[in-house]
């Protein structure tokens, strides 16, 4: 397991909605050594202030040795992080934690929602990759409204799934959730879905699956100070009792490994 | 033959003395911060550190609190994360194996409900191999008995320092709170009571609130404040103890920089902790180190020694 601290230099700033960016870094050890699902901390500024790194899954890498982080500015650290100009040099520290388990012989419903959607792109290029066969496999994106959905689309159309699109006020593809379009689905316990989302589509979608006898894995958030495994502040409590800590043993972790507040 | 002054080639002499302890530089790295010292094998090189200070360890395993433990606020962050570790036996036979094969000092970080737990641990550490110290946490605010109450009673202090004292067989070092209105007091407690050095200071109790929810952001409610929103309050709690007790302290709290890190030998302080920085920059202790060195070199100073305690104070 490699991981570096990384200068990289920022090739790219898109502003894909109001408040969504996609930024491109150059930064090949990370980006070569990443895996679907991993994250990296970043520091948004040299300052004192904001003093922690951010983490943010790893939305794509690039061959060339890039890859790329899409965000929402929600807070301080993301608000600096959008006003980042091409060609500053930004400290990342990454690829952290265990990204998808790939199931090869397995066919695949990708689900991403709202922010959930940035890991799934680097995934669905993954599971096109390592799959020969991905007639049955589904990528199902939702968000609560067309600027959260509409701008990823087209990256997404690039691997010839199927693709479902939902968004909650039905300004974009189907009026509702990305469960609505899951259960519209032949689904059977054959199936790998994954997904990353907000805490309650992820219970949502986990539900389905536990009815449905079908692989659930799922790429959870958690506020952290270090990313490895240091601090210990990002635990979760698991079906067993104990806590788990979402930068070492996730972010992604199999669904039923957690417990859902339904 | 022409002499070439190549700084690259001077090893300059940076070794402290920590009681009887004597270590190759000023540098530790400070008890939950750093895990079990392997998680950083990967990113930095462990051997250029002082010393590493363990994630506390407990009589018997704790699984900590639960979320959110931690929140970042002006320049630092709050965390509560309850002393979650695995406990005295697991702590010997799962982790202690690689640190004694790190070659450099391994100090305990331990803690007790009640001091015959802090005994009894210091007892399970004896003829443990690869083991240079203990440091005695009695200044956790994180969890509901024992930790911080011993750690704001002066003769509290001084007795959870003897029953360590009496079950160890390695050197003694007492971490203070700061959360108290005389930390001379407490370290004069503690040097009384036998402690080998003191080091301060652990987190200062803070709060943070979402306003939103109109809940306390942390589930704990409280938690411990860290970072550089600390260092103007370590640095003066490490000046006043080192001139009130003749043992060894070591500073820490927000040292990020080697500045910060000389700022505190100035200060009195014989050695550092490096904290919250790691969280940051999992490097940072060693880049400490060699800005320490570069200091001492750049300095001509004889060692890095002649400047603990040199703070100049005017009295005109």
């Known amino acids: ?262 | 033959m022409e002499f070439v002054d190549n700084r690259e080639d001077i090893f300059p002499d940076l070794r402290v003395n920590i009681g009887s302890l004597e270590i190759a530089n000023p540098v530790m790295t400070a008890s939950g911060t750093f895990g079990y010292a392997r998680e950083f094998e990967n990113l930095m090189n462990l051997h250029r550190l002082g010393a590493v200070i363990v994630k506390g360890i407990s009589l018997h395993p704790r699984p900590g609190n639960p979320p959110p433990r931690i929140v970042e606020t002006a320049c630092g962050m709050l965390n509560a994360i309850g002393l979650q570790n695995v406990g005295v036996d697991r702590f010997i036979s799962e982790k202690m194996d690689y640190l004694a094969g790190l070659n450099i000092p391994v100090i305990v970080n331990i803690l007790g409900d009640s001091l015959a737990e802090y005994r009894e641990i210091a007892e399970r550490l004896v003829g443990v191999p690869g083991i240079a110290g203990i440091e005695v946490n009695i200044s956790c605010p994180n969890v509901k008995k024992g930790g911080v109450a011993f750690g704001t009673d002066p003769s509290m202090a001084a007795v959870v320092t003897k029953a360590v004292k009496e079950g160890a067989d390695v050197p003694v070092m007492v971490k203070l709170s700061p959360n108290v209105s005389d930390i001379t007091l407490v370290a004069r407690a503690v040097e009384d009571g036998g402690a080998d050095s003191i080091s301060l200071i652990n987190t200062l109790i803070g709060m943070a609130i979402d306003l939103k929810t109109r809940r306390p952001v942390l589930a704990n409610v409280i938690g411990g404040l860290s970072g550089p929103a600390i260092k103007p309050v370590a640095l003066r709690m490490v000046y006043q103890v080192a001139s009130s007790v003749s043992i060894p302290v070591i500073g820490v709290g927000g040292i990020e920089t080697t500045e910060d890190a000389l700022e505190f030998l100035l200060a009195g302080a014989s050695a550092i902790q490096i904290g919250t920085a790691n969280f940051i920059n999992p490097r940072v202790s060693e880049e400490i180190v060699e800005g320490i060195s570069k200091y001492v070199v750049d300095e001509n100073l004889p060692s890095i020694r002649s400047i603990i305690g040199g703070l100049s104070i005017n009295d005109g």
């Open chain 1, 1 to 262: 397991m490699s991981q570096y601290q990384e200068k990289a230099t920022v090739s790219r700033v898109e502003q894909l909605s109001a408040k969504n960016y996609r930024l491109t870094l150059d930064s090949p050890d990370i980006s070569g050594a990443a895996k679907a699902g991993q994250f990296v901390m970043i520091r948004t500024g040299l300052a004192k202030d904001p003093l922690l790194r951010r983490p943010f899954s790893i939305h794509q890498t690039s061959a060339n040795g890039q890859f790329q982080i899409y965000f929402k500015v929600v807070g301080r650290g993301t608000d600096m992080l959008a006003r980042v100009k091409a060609g500053e040099i930004m400290s990342v520290f990454g690829p952290l934690g265990r990204g998808f388990r790939i199931k090869k012989n397995s066919p695949a419903i990708i689900i991403g929602g709202g922010l959930g959607i940035a890991p799934m792109l680097f995934l669905a290029k993954s599971i096109c990759r390592l799959k020969t066969d991905c007639s049955n496999d589904h990528i199902i994106l939702g968000g609560r409204e067309r600027s959260e959905v509409e701008p990823l689309v087209n990256d997404f159309r690039q691997f010839g799934l199927r693709l479902g699109l939902a968004t909650d006020d039905g300004s974009y593809g189907h009026q509702g959730y990305v469960t609505d379009l899951l259960k519209s689905l032949d689904l059977h316990p054959g199936y790998t879905v994954y997904a990353c989302g907000p805490e309650p589509m992820m219970a949502r979608v986990y539900s389905i699956c536990k009815s449905g006898s079908m692989q659930c894995q799922v790429s959870v958030e958690s506020v952290m100070a270090c990313g490895m495994g240091a601090c210990l502040g990002c635990s979760r409590m698991t079906k067993k009792g104990t806590y788990t800590h979402v930068c070492l043993n996730g972010p992604v972790f199999n669904a039923e490994e957690l417990i859902w507040n339904s």
